[in-house]
T-cell receptor, first 115, second 115 residues
Framework: AQSVTQLGSHVSVSEGALVLLRCNYSSSVPPYLFWYVQYPNQGLQLLLKYTTGATLVKGINGFEAEFKKSETSFHLTKPSAHMSDAAEYFCAVSDSAHYGQNFVFGPGTRLSVLP | DTEVTQTPKHLVMGMTNKKSLKCEQHMGHRAMYWYKQKAKKPPELMFVYSYEKLSINESVPSRFSPECPNSSLLNLHLHALQPEDSALYLC??????????????FGPGTRLTVL
């Protein structure tokens, strides 16, 4: 069964600084990988996803992530943090092409952006 | 219209009450999902409907009863809940269950408190 770990339940950065949120996965087959963001009192929104092809994936709001098979990682980065980036971020993995029981969320990382 | 709406936003109920949560989308999506999210935790899948048929039931207690009356509507009927069922209940939809390549759109959730 696949699983996801996110290093750091809470990350703080200064406005304008680099954002790096870590995600490591385990999967017995080539994975599908996702990053979601959840703003307070809202549902989740897809930031980006990796299915096949280019390992550097660009998403919305200036975020990108790189799939590194050798490191089983899919870290999320943004060059310059904005106050509006403060939210909860979830990495997710699936080992099948279906949403459902094989789609597993990580525990989440709360990002705080300091002025 | 890329919106999933959920009503009510907040619900407080006693353990003997019967209530329903409602989810609606008008994107023509044929897969709809219920998730439960406890505070500071990732969402947990409860049910998946595909083409108005229950496709996945993640061993959810019978006090939760889903219903999909048509392709745009998804209900979650609640009866005899326990205080530990208090959580944010998220609805989501995607173009079809097979479509991991299709984005899953989430509603803002219903925050349920069971007294």
């Amino acid at each position: 069964a696949q699983s996801v770990t996110q290093l750091g339940s809470h990350v703080s950065v200064s406005e304008g600084a680099l954002v790096l949120l870590r995600c490591n996965y385990s999967s017995s087959v080539p994975p599908y990988l996702f990053w979601y963001v959840q703003y307070p009192n809202q549902g989740l929104q897809l930031l980006l996803k990796y299915t096949t092809g280019a390992t550097l994936v660009k998403g919305i709001n200036g975020f990108e992530a790189e799939f590194k098979k050798s490191e089983t990682s899919f870290h999320l980065t943004k060059p310059s943090a904005h106050m509006s980036d403060a939210a909860e971020y979830f990495c997710a993995v699936s080992d099948s092409a279906h949403y459902g029981q094989n789609f597993v969320f990580g525990p989440g990382t709360r990002l705080s952006v300091l002025p | 219209d890329t919106e999933v709406t959920q009503t009510p936003k907040h619900l407080v109920m006693g353990m003997t009450n019967k209530k329903s949560l409602k989810c609606e989308q008008h994107m023509g999506h044929r897969a709809m999902y219920w998730y439960k999210q406890k505070a500071k935790k990732p969402p947990e899948l409860m049910f998946v409907y595909s083409y108005e048929k229950l496709s996945i039931n993640e061993s959810v207690p019978s006090r939760f009863s889903p219903e999909c009356p048509n392709s745009s509507l998804l209900n979650l009927h609640l009866h005899a809940l326990q205080p530990e069922d208090s959580a944010l209940y998220l609805c989501a939809s995607s173009q079809e269950k097979l479509g991991l390549l299709n984005e899953q759109f989430f509603g803002p959730g219903t925050r349920l408190t069971v007294l």
